[in-house]
T-cell receptor
């Protein structure tokens, strides 16, 4: 069975500090992993996906199959990064499984 | 095209009533997803369409839930004989099979009294 775990419900960091949002998954097949973000009063939107291997808004995430993790990282947090972040896994049947989310607050 | 739209945005109903929600995807998107989200949880997959075909349906979905996507355009999600446990945000998302990036709608918040 597929499962996505985000161990931190709340995370607070100071502006300019590094931030890491943790995501672990379980899936027997070859997963596609995504990070979605929801800013206050806005819709859920895609932040990045592992197959693109790109940096969006300074965020990166590396898929570690050995540790079954897909942690989201940013070296210097900004106030506008404050949002709800969801890690998601897509299986081969095009079903998406989301974690419970981490609420990030960047303190000025 | 202003993105994925959902109607109504809010629905309050009494237990036992039937409700229907509508989702209009981005016009060129052939894939459409329905999710349910309760407080403190992430979106929970309900069902998925590719064009008009319903390809996947969550095992968690009871027989009271049904979804359609006639002609592969808009979709409706119906809940029959609503229960208080059905109270949640119902999200719709669409994507193209080429890029697979999901675009979410604003959601329909259902409250069952």
């Amino acid at each position: 069975a597929q499962r996505v775990t985000q161990p931190e419900k709340l995370l607070s960091v100071f502006k300019g500090a590094p931030v890491e949002l943790k995501c672990n998954y379980s899936y027997s097949g070859s997963p596609e992993l995504f990070w979605y973000v929801q800013y206050s009063r806005q819709r859920l939107q895609l932040l990045l996906r592992h197959i693109s291997r790109e940096s969006i808004k300074g965020f990166t995430a590396d898929l570690n199959k050995g540790e079954t993790s897909f942690h989201l990282k940013k070296p210097f947090a900004q106030e506008e990064d404050s949002a709800m972040y969801y890690c998601a896994l897509k299986n081969t049947g095009n079903q998406f499984y989301f974690g419970t989310g981490t609420s990030l607050t960047v303190i000025p | 095209d202003t993105g994925v739209s959902q109607n109504p945005r809010h629905k309050i109903t009494k237990r036992g009533q039937n409700v229907t929600f509508r989702c209009d995807p981005i016009s060129e998107h052939n894939r459409l997803y329905w999710y349910r989200q309760t407080l403190g949880q992430g979106p929970e997959f309900l069902t998925y369409f590719q064009n008009e075909a319903q390809l996947e349906k969550s095992r968690l979905l009871s027989d009271r839930f049904s979804a359609e996507r006639p002609k592969g355009s808009f979709s409706t999600l119906e809940i029959q004989r609503t229960e208080q446990g059905d109270s949640a945000m119902y999200l719709c998302a669409s994507s193209s099979s080429r890029y697979n990036e999901q675009f979410f709608g604003p959601g329909t918040r259902l409250t069952v009294l």
